[in-house]
């Protein structure tokens, strides 16, 4: 919360109405060493808006590039969504991601 409340003292409701100050503020909570390791669950991806798609998955490839420093937070996150080509592609480039299918749960 201290994360969280620390941006609502300047930004008083825009905060939530900003993507880039909500994105931040959960990288914030990712390094945080103090509470260990955290888990992002974003389900349905498929079923967003192909802009919201864009932002999103733009950021996520951005944030965790291996090229990056962001790459060692204590953040992980887990997507669902149907497999659809254009979810793993952004900017005319491949993303990659760890994938398993649901048939490959059986």
Known sequence: MKFLFSRWEVQKEKLFTS???????LIDIGYD??????YCIIDALDEC?????HILLTQISQTFSKHTKNSHSNMHILITSRP?????????????FDTISAIDCR
């Open 49 to 53: 808006d192909r802009e919201s798609q």
């Open 84 to 96: 659809y080509p254009e979810i793993s592609v952004v900017n005319d480039k491949p993303i990659r």
């Open 19 to 25: 993507f880039d100050a909500l994105w931040d503020t």
């Open 33 to 38: 060493t103090a509470s260990g390791e955290k």
